[in-house]
């Protein structure tokens, strides 16, 4: 099975939507751009969110599986995907990608 890269790019924060609709809360998120997780075997890296791994699990599965080319040529690179966290109010987006070793 291949490793698979998992990089936290860029967060989106919709403050309208967090005072219109969330009860407040004080820490939400302990990711940071350009954070960085290794999965090997398809499995969740120590460290990362539980609610981001449930978004791109099965993206980071066929990675580490070798399969790739994600909705029929998407991704510039075929072995690797763009996917968000399903945090409706502070989304973070992961670049994922198939490593050699």
């Known amino acids: 099975m291949k490793k698979v890269r998992i990089t936290a790019v860029r967060q989106t924060v919709y403050p309208d939507l967090m005072e219109r609709l969330e009860n407040p809360i004080e820490h939400a998120c302990d990711v940071r751009e350009g954070q960085q997780w290794i999965s090997s075997e398809g499995k969740c890296p120590d460290g990362l969110c539980p609610s981001a791994w449930q978004s791109m699990r ?38 994922i990608e198939a490593i050699e070793e």
Do not use: T
């Open 58 to 95: 099965p993206f980071v599965e066929s990675l580490s599986q070798g399969k790739g080319n994600f909705f029929d040529g998407w991704m510039q690179n075929p072995m690797s995907a763009m996917i968000s966290c399903n945090d409706g109010f502070r989304p973070f987006s992961f670049y």
